[in-house]
Every structure is written in C-alpha cells, then in structure tokens.
C-alpha cells in the first residue's frame, strides 16, 4: 500500500486481537507509551536475568548507582554520552532522508584515524591547543564525511542500497585503523599508537582542580559542549532552513522533491556526508577526549548502538540526546557489574520491546468482536 | 444489500458524516453525489471497512454487521476501489490481485494465480496482463487492476469511488458497460461521482451529500439534472466559461521536434512540435496514455529529451532541469496529485510551499512567517476544507488536495502552465472556479498548455485544440472549427479527409 497507510487498520494474523488506528497519537501517549515500554523492557530482561541465575533488583540498583548514582557516575555517563550522541544525531539525521545510514560505527573510526594522523604528524610541541582541536575536529569530521559520501554517492549515482555498503563500510573502516594501529603508526605491536602530545587534548575538568576542588579526578572533557552545539545545530537545520525542508520533502515522498525542483543526488550526498561528519567528530572526541592515543578497540560499538538511540529518539535532536544519556548511563553501569552481557542484553531487549511497542502508539488494540467473524 | 442508519464520524476539527442513512437495493446501482468534501469517501470507507463509525448501525444482507478491518467487509461480501489506489507498485497484476487473500496461505502457484487472474480479467470483461508490473500501468489499467482484486475475494457490493475520473471518455464508456453487466450478474454497485451526465446515464438510484449529510436519496427517474445540483450545492447554479475575447500575445513556448521516451523505454512523444502564445489555452485532446503525461514531464524538466528543442520566450532552455524550469515561471499541474503532487504527510503550508521556500530571501533560512500567512491566505481563496493549515494533505479529501495543488501552481509568477486534468476529482463549483481561475491567468499572459481526458472541458476552454495520438499532433484546430466528431476521429488516429493535405 502506498499513502494512507496510517489510518488503515491492520489485522495481527490468527490472534483474537485486532489493531486499529489511532486518529491521531498525541504527545502524551507518545510519552506514556515510552515509559510504558522501558518498564515492560526491564521487566522482560529481568526474567532472562532470574532465569540464568541472577538477582535482576540487585543487578538493577548497582547499574542505576554506577551510572547516575554519584558525581563520579554521572561522569562516566557523560563522557560516554558525548560520542552516543554525536553519532546518533549523525544517524538520525540521515533516517530522517530514509537513508538507512548503518555505518556510523565505521564512520566514528575512520574521524578517530584521520584526527589521530593530525596529532602524531601535523602537531608540533609548541602549537596552540586551540589550534591543533579545530584540525583534528576537523580531520575527525572529514574523516567521517568521507565514509559518508561513498555510500552516498553510489546511491545517489547508480541506486547502490546504502545499508549494505554502510555496513560493508564498517568493516573496512576497522581494518584499515588495524592495519595502522598494528603497522606503521603501531608501538611495539599491542596494537595502539603511542600518547598523543598534551596539545592535542581535548581539556577534562580535573585539570581545574587547582581553582575548585570538587572537579579533582573528574574526566568529564571539553567535547561535551559539542553536543548541546550539535543539537542545536541539528534541530535549525531540520525546522529552519530550506536545506531541511528539502530533507523533509525527499524523506516523505522523493517523487514529489524531484517535482518541485530538489536536486535529490545533491541532497543524499550531502546529508550522508554530515551524517558521517557527525560520527567522526565523536570519534575525534574519543581519541582527544578519552584516550588520547588509537587504538583497535576506540569504540565500543557505539556507532551500532546510535542507531538503537536514534531510532529510540524518533530522530528527534533533543529526544536523541536523552535516550543517548540514558544509553551512556546503561553501558557504564553494565562496565560496573563487569558485565557487557548485561549491556548488550538490555539494550536489546529496549529496542525489541520499543519497536514492536511502536506499534502501540499508532493502534489501538481491540479484541475481535465475535459476530463479525462468520 | 446495504442498510445503514445513523452513522456519524468525527474527525479532528471536522464532522465528517452526521448521523446518515443509506439504503442501497441489491442488485442495483446507485449514485452518491455531493461537493468535494461532503463525507462520501468516508462514508464509503466506514462501509467497507477501513473506518469505524463513532455511532450508528450497519446491515449488509439483512445481517448486522461491525467492520474492524476491509478484511471482514470483504468476507461479508462487500469491496472497495479507492480513490487513491492501493497497488504495490513493484509487483505484477496477478500478485497483487491475489496480496491479502488469506485463502491461499503461503502455497502460492504462480501460473494457477496467473490464470485464474487472466480469467477474471475476461469474465468480467476487464482484459489485463497478470503478468505486467503496476508500476509500467496507466491509471486506467490500475482500476481494472483493483476491480478484479475486489472480484476476486468475492465482492458482491462494489463501491467505486470516482471511477471515472481517472478514466478517458471511451474508456469510462466501457466501465458503464463493465458495471451494467455486473450488476445484471447480481451484484451491487454504488459509485461516487462528480460527474452528473454519468449519474443520470447509469444509476438507478442517486443519494446527494452536503456537509456531511445526507440530502436526500431519489430514483433517478424522478429527479432532473438541475435539481441534482440544486441538491448538492443548497442553490441553482450557472455552469458557463465564457472565454473572454483576448488579444493573443506573442509566441512564449516553443517545442521543436521533441522526441521523448517512456518508462519503458519506447518512444512516447515522437518528433512533436506546438507553439503556445500568451494568453492562450491551447488544448490538448487524446486518449490517456498517447504521450501527454511525457509530454508534460518534458516540458517541466523532470524527463530527458531524446531529440528536439525547447524555446522559452525566444530563449533555448533544452536539457534544463525540473528546478530551472520552475525558477523560470512554468507551472505544473501534474495527473498524479498523490505520487507527484503531494508529500502526503506534509501539512497543507508546507505542500503550497512545495517550490516557493526557495524564493524567500532569508539565505539559507525558510521564511516561516511568509508561509504562514501565505497558508492562510491560499486556504481562504481556494476554499480548501480542512482542519487547518498544519493538518497533513493525506487527510484532505480528493477535491481539497486538486485546490492544494493548484493553488500552489497559481500563486506563484507563472509564465506558463502545464495543466493536467486540472479539474480532475472537483465538484461542480470547484470546476467552476478553477475555470475561472485559468481565464484570470489566461488574460494576465499567461501560456496554458491544457493536457485533459476530458473533451468537454478542453472543448470549452481552449483557444486552439491540438489533439495528439501516439505521441504525435495529428491536427490542430482553432476554438471555431474544434468539432467533437473531427477530434474524435484524430484522437483514434484517423484523419478525416477535409483536413488530409
Ligand atoms: N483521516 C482523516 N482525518 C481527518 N480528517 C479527514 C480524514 N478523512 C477525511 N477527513 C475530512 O473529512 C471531510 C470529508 O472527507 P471525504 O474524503 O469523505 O470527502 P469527499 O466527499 O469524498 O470529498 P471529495 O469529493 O473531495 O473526494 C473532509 O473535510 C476531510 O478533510
Ligand atoms: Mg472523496
């Protein structure tokens, strides 16, 4: 069916339910239904926790103290939040064209490399830290706009399904930072590059301790003010610019873009090139902010879990932002408990009971009235 | 057959249907006739299904009946074709006949489907290749498409919902045929109709609609074509275009030898040349599917030529593309208003801004201001129904969405337009308007080229008729000489002997 779809009804199989249209879901039940969903999340992965042994409340209240729970949780939280977020904005914003941009995680490595090739090569000693950031944010962002543009490109050029060159993409983009990390830019074969000078560091606030104490030993750094930047920037190009509304147009029908002039080829390219932009800044962040050197493992897969908290936000900047808080604080509790199991477990369990719940805002269920079956 | 009392349906800011009563006799046919918005789609949308009445009660066959989903309409034997199809673009004909039957489960034997598809086709005299992708379908073979899907899963009710207007004369000729044979088969038929000679030379019955309700339902036999109008618009009506006598201007567009391709890939518009003055209505007559939706696409940008040139005001803009043409002043009212014309779930202020936003002089920024009160004021002249200007187009009913598009087309500082079956899916005076609308444009200078199924209209309106046939202009005749009968004849190809040189 093409069109109205939205307001058809649609039968669930041999069930004695039906699903009915909503007219219209308003913003509460949008919100009612979310929170609805996680506690039902948590619940169904608490189950598969009791039944291979565990304490799911127990597992819970420590996850919940790790991630939120003290100023050195919400710490954690953050810095993870920052490359969660740039990459989900990053992946949302192509969703938005219904360009299915699976590959932030290769985008994320490829502006770690490129932002790590200007630290060890183009930094000297003595250059102002001010300037080496803005170079390696913007090879970080250049790195990943190219890993952007190529599946851009050949959908654009000859219709090449960008989920499976995204994904093709991931791969390599990890074989190639192996192959440096272990290769020429390698120390000593353990598969990292040597510390980075102190230039090249994204500033944390322990490095402020001398003026207010409470900051001693918190790793929160200066890459976090990318993300109320990138929300901002995110929802005015969306809301506010004729680029947006191109966006949009092609997004809901591309037939009629083309109709009233947009340049389709031109606009895929360009969004998956600031889609990409935005996964290689926060793996900029990772290697200025975080580590300070590349190494194999910069990321934990955080360019597979964007797309679960894209899709979480409903490619909503602001929305996206919280759900990528919430994921940053889900992955430092599960590192708490020693557990990426747990991680992998929960956010699977999140997303599988969203999407299907996704169902819930735009129907209604009704069981099947027995007298119009016959 | 049908019994329905009561039903009343709400939509936001809307009373789409309030409280109405339809009787419809087996075997019969039965007109629903009323002003675009009415509430007839809806009501035909509770009746078969896809929307659930907020009250009243149902009767199919004498047995109270709850529709939850077009599934258990279908079962209790009652089918719809949409006003907007609902074909999978990328599968065959048989596929989609057979897409939904739960008969079949998931064995599914191709051939066997093809035949039994082919054979429906036959039997009720509606040919189609059950081997031919929708997508390469004109809308006329889409519908027979849909009928046979109905027919197929059983429908003894089948409502159609503006049949015809989708279809070329000849072609809605061989539907009436199509419809009177089913109904002498027994089954029911009840379409929707804008078009008053079809109701009076088909129904039996005829119910008229008006803001949601039911007017009054009359045998046709008792009932004139003028109290019909009178019915659905509350007072008498004049229907006259005068074509107000005009100096026409100088030459504005200028199609050398074009040579266009299909989707196919076959040549669709073939070494074609028109010339098209300002101020003028140069119609173009022929049966659907003869070069005109190419023709259209060449002109506007959006399809390559193959060979030709195209002249503009004496300057050659061949090979421009889509956004070029639209910056250089030529509108565009294309036939398909749901896949071409519309981003469905778009608000009503975004679709009239479709292609405007990129005149607002705000760099890269959108005027949001402009466009709301361009909004407003494109709502108020076009007396566009809605619940508002943020209400997404997919929710405007057929006749609001032609007025979104056309205003649009209309509001902008056009130099030419590209009319397609610009009336398609109106009400009488919403036909009315826009008519008067083409005339207000036609005597600011602007070039219309007016691409229409409907000879009537292009016969009223035109200036000069130009009539095309397999991608050719087979004659040209101006407004004083245009007679049904000689295009007729060009339109089937055929040369009458008075005009062969
Ligand atoms: N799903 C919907 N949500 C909100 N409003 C709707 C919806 N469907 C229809 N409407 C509104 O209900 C009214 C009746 O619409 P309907 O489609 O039944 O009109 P119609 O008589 O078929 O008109 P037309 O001749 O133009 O097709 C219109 O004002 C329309 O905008
Ligand atoms: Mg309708």
Redesign the pocket.
């Known amino acids: 069916m093409t069109g109205?779809t939205a307001?058809g009804t649609m039968p669930s199989g041999r069930l004695r339910l039906r699903l009915e249209a909503r007219?219209?879901p308003g913003l509460l039940t949008h919100l009612a239904v979310s929170l609805l969903l996680l506690v039902a999340a948590l619940l169904l992965a608490g189950v598969v926790m009791t039944v291979a042994g565990g304490n799911p409340l127990d597992v819970y209240r420590s996850m919940f103290g790790a991630g939120f729970g003290s100023k050195w949780g919400l710490n954690d939280t953050l810095v993870k939040m920052v490359p969660l977020t740039l990459a989900s904005l990053g992946v949302a914003l192509a969703f938005r064209m219904k360009m299915w941009n699976i590959g932030a995680e290769g985008q994320l490595l490829m502006g770690a490399l490129a932002a790590s090739g200007i630290a060890l090569f183009a930094v000297p000693p003595d250059m102002p830290q001010w300037l080496a950031l803005v170079l390696m944010a913007a090879a970080g962002a250049a790195g990943g706009a190219v890993w952007g543009i190529v599946p851009g490109w050949l959908r654009a050029q000859f219709g090449v399904n960008e989920i499976i060159s995204t994904l093709m993409l991931n791969y390599v983009a990890l074989s190639i930072v192996q192959f440096f990390v272990y290769g020429p830019w390698g120390e000593r074969g353990f598969g990292l590059t040597p510390m980075f000078e102190r230039n090249t560091w994204l500033p944390r606030l322990t490095e402020y301790a001398d003026q207010w104490s409470a900051l001693r030993g918190l790793t929160l750094h200066l890459g976090i003010l990318a993300v109320p930047v990138a929300i901002v920037f995110l929802a005015i190009l969306l809301n506010r610019t004729k680029f947006g509304f191109e966006i949009a147009m092609v997004g809901d029908n591309p037939d009629a873009a083309r109709y009233a002039g947009v340049r389709l080829r031109r606009t895929m390219i360009i969004v998956m090139a600031l889609s990409g932009a935005l996964a290689g800044l926060a793996g900029m962040n990772e290697v200025s902010g975080v580590v300070h050197r590349l190494l194999e493992h910069i990321s934990p897969g955080y360019g597979y879990t964007a797309i679960i908290v894209a899709w979480l936000g409903r490619f909503n900047p602001l929305a996206v932002a919280v759900v990528a808080f919430l994921f940053g604080g889900l992955i430092v509790g599960a590192d708490e408990i020693q557990s990426a199991g747990i991680s992998s477990l929960l956010q699977g369990v999140i997303l599988f009971v969203m999407v299907s719940g996704n169902l819930l805002i735009r129907y209604r269920i009704r069981l099947r009235e027995p007298e119009t079956l016959a | 057959m049908v019994e329905m009392r009561g039903i009343s349906?709400r939509?936001?800011?809307?009373l789409?249907?309030d409280r109405v009563d339809l009787d419809v006799a087996a075997g019969s046919i039965h007109a629903l006739l009323?002003?675009?918005?009415?509430?007839?789609?809806?009501?035909?949308?509770i009746l078969s299904g896809l929307?659930r009445p907020d009250s009243g009660t149902m009767k199919v066959e004498d047995r109270t009946v709850s529709f939850a989903s077009p599934l258990d309409a279908i079962r209790a034997g009652v089918g719809m074709v949409h006003?907007h199809f609902m074909l999978v673009e990328t599968q065959t004909v048989a596929e989609n006949v057979v897409l939904g039957d739960r008969r079949l489960g998931f064995r599914m034997d191709p051939s066997a489907i093809r035949d039994t598809v082919a054979g429906l086709g036959r039997e009720s005299g509606l040919d189609i290749d059950p081997d031919a992708l929708i997508w390469q379908l004109s809308v006329g073979e889409r519908q027979r498409v849909e009928i046979v899907k109905m027919l197929h899963r059983g429908a003894r009710l089948l409502i159609l919902?503006?049949p015809t207007a989708v279809l070329t004369p000849q072609e809605a000729d061989t539907l009436f045929d199509r419809m009177r044979g089913m109904a002498r088969a027994g089954r029911t038929l009840l379409f929707?109709s804008?078009k008053l000679n079809e109701v009076m030379e088909l129904a039996e019955t005829v119910t008229v609609?008006r803001q949601?309700r039911v007017v009054d339902t009359v045998p046709k036999a008792q009932v004139s074509h003028r109290e019909l109008v009178r019915m659905m618009v509350g007072s008498p009506v004049l229907f006259d275009v005068t074509v107000p006598p005009v100096q026409q201007g100088r030459k504005l567009l200028s199609l050398r030898s074009l040579r266009v391709e299909n989707d196919r890939g076959h040549t669709a518009v073939d070494n074609l040349s028109l010339d098209l003055h300002q101020r003028e209505i140069l119609g173009v007559a022929g049966v659907a599917g003869n070069g005109q939706r190419e023709l259209a696409e060449a002109i506007t940008g959006l399809r390559k030529l193959q060979a030709g040139t195209i002249e503009l005001d004496g300057f050659d803009v061949t090979g421009s593309n889509q956004r070029r043409m639209i910056d250089l002043g030529i509108s565009w009212v294309p036939q398909d208003r749901q896949h071409t014309g519309t981003a469905p779930n778009l608000s009503i202020q975004e679709n009239f801004d479709l292609k405007h936003y990129r005149s607002a002089r705000r760099g890269p920024f959108l005027d949001r201001a402009g466009q709301s009160r361009r909004a407003a004021a494109l709502l108020a002249k076009y007396r566009v129904?809605?619940?508002g200007r943020h209400?997404p187009v997919?929710?405007?009913?057929?006749?609001?969405?032609?007025k979104v598009i056309l205003a649009r087309e209309l509001s902008t500082e056009l130099r030419v337009l590209v009319a397609e079956s610009p009336t398609r899916?109106?009400?009488v005076g919403a036909i009315q308007n826009v008519h008067e609308l083409l005339m207000e444009q036609r005597s600011r200078g602007v070039a219309i080229l007016l691409l229409s199924e409907d000879l009537q209209e292009v016969l009223s309106l035109s200036d000069r008729v130009a009539v095309i046939h397999s991608g050719r202009i087979m004659g040209i005749l101006p407004r004083a000489r245009a007679e049904a009968d000689t295009i007729g004849m060009l339109m089937a190809g055929v040369v009458p002997e008075d005009m062969a040189t």
């Open positions: 109205s307001s007219d219209q | 349906k939509f936001p800011g809307v789409a249907n009323g002003e675009n918005g009415a509430g007839k789609s809806t009501l035909m949308h929307y006003q919902d503006e929707i804008h609609m949601g129904a809605a619940a209400q997919r929710l405007l009913s057929g006749g609001n969405l032609q899916g109106l009400d």
